[in-house]
């Protein structure tokens, strides 16, 4: 998901979910504005303000002005996609649905804690979250058909950049591009033989009747994510997980039977249904992962010293190696170079790298191979042994028209696009009703003085 609009859908959860202060549960609550034919009320300004405080935000002006204001311009994005027939699929909305829903749940410690803490039941926080969801990919899908027709040329960011004064020119932060050689240390045979043993006991205590499923999730799992849930993974589609584990998930039949083991890049799993519903599922899982011992770390740390020093030598290189020996499916087929989650490129900010790689790679210049090194990719949890290379290295900059014209051309694009926004919303608000309460009104100085009509 884009960073932006991930921000955008997490505030949005805020604003409905935080739960209301108990000073207001007895204040009857007003219609404070009136767009088209849309109430923005009390309540919502105020569970928006909470919501800043939050996330301590800082307003420029009195929030009381300023997010009805933040939420008007909203209803007029909603009512133009309502005009346009913009729509988001229940499948799109679901899933960030399940999503949020998991990460307070993992947050938070238990969906008990979570039903606590918003003062809801859990079905009453997924029906607001699905509802502000819906909206938030709605606007942002009304701005993009807005603005998606803009095209930036070369001249335009010329003269952008020609007439930025010398303390206005965008810093951009050092960059690099790093290539990765992966093993996966030799686990013994005795310790896989070991967690299955145990996986095949829980099995044999919830099948005898001796405990739930969730319980010993609970106690045992090594999915930190689902364990404190009972090992609940939200609704997903087959795509959404291992291929492993949804060939044996998707062939469940019955809550009553656990699954048999099953072998995933993360580890071993049992599984045990809970709902079907069309091309998506929702299970509970137990994932236990075999124990690396030390020499198993140690040789695989060897291996790739000597993979290392082959290619300082020349016998091959990084890019055959990486293809051929990384054991790390993500990279193998891209010659090791590392893609970055958060701009699709293989460029990194270092603060974007994963820590174990940044702290390696801040030390290191273009070309040169590390020495091995462990790490636990934030994706399976599994200790892996790593060599990386430094493909390349921007140091942190003034822009450059020349080295720099893609950021150049982006911060034109997004100046362009504000324009654009800022045009339509001040044409939209002379054709749309609008009544402000006079409370208020506070004498605000709008953004949009069209709200108020002579």
């Not at 739960?19 to 404070?32: F, G």
């Not at 997924?126 to 938030?136: F, H, K, P, Y």
């Not at 686990?187 to 405990?211: F, H, N």
């Not at 430094?390 to 942190?396: A, E, M, P, Q, T």
Request: aromatic share 8%; hydrophobic share 35%; net charge negative.
């Amino acid at each position: 998901m884009n960073r932006k609009i991930g921000k955008w859908l997490f505030a949005a959860f805020m604003l409905c979910a935080l739960p209301p202060l108990h000073a207001q549960d007895n204040v009857i609550d007003e219609v404070a504005w009136v767009v088209g034919d849309e109430a923005i009320l009390k309540s919502e300004i105020e569970e928006a303000r909470l919501s800043a405080l939050y996330e301590n935000r800082r307003f420029d002006g009195d929030p009381y002005c300023v997010i009805p204001e933040e939420i008007a311009v909203n209803k007029l994005f909603l009512h133009q996609a309502e005009l346009d027939s913009i729509e988001v699929s229940e499948s799109e909305v679901i899933q960030r649905v399940d999503a949020q829903t998991n990460m307070f749940i993992t947050n938070l410690g238990s969906r008990e804690k979570m039903e606590e803490y918003f003062n809801k039941t859990s079905t009453q926080i997924r029906e607001m979250l699905r509802e502000n969801i819906r909206e938030g990919l709605k606007v942002q899908k009304m701005k993009e058909k807005l603005v998606g027709e803009i095209k930036v040329t070369p001249g335009e960011v010329r003269r952008y950049f020609e007439k930025l004064p010398p303390d206005s020119i965008p810093y951009i932060p050092t960059q690099v591009e790093v290539q990765i050689i992966t093993q996966q240390p030799k686990i013994p045979l005795e310790e896989i033989e070991d967690v299955k043993s145990r996986l095949r006991d829980y099995t044999d205590r919830v099948t005898r009747g001796e405990t739930s499923f969730s319980t010993l999730a609970r106690m045992y799992s090594e999915d930190r994510g689902t364990a404190s849930n009972g090992g609940e993974l939200p609704f997903m589609g087959r795509g959404q997980l291992d291929p492993a584990f949804a060939n044996v998930a998707f062939n469940l039949q019955s809550p009553d039977k656990v699954s048999k083991i099953v072998e995933s890049e993360y580890g071993f799993h049992i599984i045990q249904l809970l709902e079907k519903r069309g091309d998506r599922i929702r299970v509970r899982h137990i994932l236990l992962k075999p124990h690396v011992p030390e020499e198993s770390l140690e040789a695989g740390m060897a291996r790739l010293d000597s993979i290392a020093d082959d290619i300082r030598n020349e016998k091959f290189s990084f890019d055959e190696a990486a293809t051929v020996l990384s054991h790390d499916k993500d990279t193998r087929n891209n010659h090791g170079l590392l893609p970055n989650p958060y701009n699709n490129t293989s460029k990194f900010e270092m603060q974007e790298l994963p820590p174990e790689i940044a702290k390696v790679v801040d030390k290191m210049k273009v070309g040169e191979i590390s020495e091995a090194f462990t790490m636990i990719p934030e994706k399976t949890g599994k200790e892996v042994c790593v060599i990386v290379k430094l493909k390349s290295r921007v140091n942190g900059h003034k822009a450059t028209i020349t080295e720099d014209y893609q950021n150049l051309k982006n911060v034109v694009m997004e100046k362009r696009s504000a324009e654009v926004l800022d045009k339509w919303i001040r044409e939209k608000q002379k054709h749309t009703y609008v009544r402000i309460k006079d409370s208020w009104k506070h004498n605000c100085a709008f953004k949009y003085p069209g709200w108020i009509k002579d």
